[in-house]
């Protein structure tokens, strides 16, 4: 759709719609997605800040259901816009803790720091240290903590939180959950966990197809990525599992969801981070 905004520009609009039930309910919804965006920026109200993150369901292809012994679904994987797989579960709750970037030159500064005996813990120690004090507060839940390359993985394996719950908020902001990570659960209901290495960590192009693949072509040309990029992964591990914290056992959904993360991500090995 074309439109002209307040200054008397002419400006493209498109806008996506999806559907667990039919093609013409996706495509209504598509056609009301591109008249409210028309109708802002015509307005001069421009895009909602989280017009890109979160507020809807994410344009993914489902690779598998995993279901429990009585048929229920608890996850589904599925593979985001740039090929990674990805975990999606209400049951098993993960949290994302984000380590803050040290400044230019920090490190040499710490090593003149050491030699005088005053070398200032690093911030991964840092974020380390305040897990464990946050899961001291939480006696009754166990949790097993992972490295990854941009901080840790924390999850909780022995008790079923709903994303959208109180305790659920309580311990995201317990741990010091990335605040983009929880928006995105609280609006998906649905916790996330990356399965597979981002690609450019690993010297591999981005896809030149995104699903949903409009022609067979697109579905071809993705494979051959798709192919490209997982010969590219074998080197490389998602998350590292660095340390359990409490002595409950986990739900028994929730140890067949950490058996598949675990060995998807490679958190066994000490292959590098990506």
């Known amino acids: ?14 806008g996506w719609g999806w559907s667990e039930t039919s093609r013409e309910e996706a495509l209504q919804r598509s056609r009301d997605s591109v008249q409210n965006i028309a109708a802002r920026l015509m307005s001069g109200a421009g895009f909602p800040d989280s017009y890109t993150y979160g507020n809807r369901p994410r344009r993914e292809e489902i690779v598998e259901e995993l279901t429990n012994d009585d048929g229920e679904l608890i996850a589904f994987i599925t593979r985001n816009h740039y090929g990674a797989l990805v975990m999606n579960t209400a049951h098993l709750m993960f949290i994302d803790v984000d380590v803050p970037i040290q400044p230019a030159g920090s490190g040499l ?3 003149i720091k ?25 006696p009754g839940l166990t949790f097993r903590v992972y490295r990854t390359l941009a901080g840790f993985r924390v999850a909780v394996i022995n008790k079923r939180i709903s994303p959208t719950s109180q305790e659920a908020s309580e311990l995201y902001q317990a741990f010091g959950a990335d605040p983009l990570y929880v928006t ?3 609006n998906q ?11 450019w960590r690993c010297g591999i192009d981005k896809p030149p197809t995104q699903f949903p693949f409009e022609t067979s ?5 993705f494979d051959s ?36 993360h675990d060995s998807t991500s490679k958190a066994d090995s000490d292959l590098q981070l990506a």
Not at 3 to 9: K, L, P, S
């Open 114 to 138: 050491g030699l005088f005996g005053k070398q200032t813990p690093l911030p991964a120690e840092l974020v380390r240290t305040r897990i464990r004090e946050s899961a001291a507060r939480f």
């Open 184 to 186: 995105l659960c609280a």
């Open 1 to 14: 759709m074309q439109i002209t905004t307040r200054d008397g520009h002419p400006f493209p609009v498109t």
């Open 225 to 260: 990525w798709k192919g490209n990029y997982d010969r590219g992964c074998t080197g490389f591990a998602t998350c590292r599992f660095v340390e359990q914290i409490g002595t409950a056992r986990a739900l028994n959904e929730n140890a067949t969801l950490l058996r598949l």
């Open 189 to 199: 209901e649905s916790y996330r966990a990356r399965l597979t290495p981002k690609h």
């Open 109 to 111: 500064v710490n090593l």
């Open 217 to 221: 072509q697109a579905r071809a040309m």
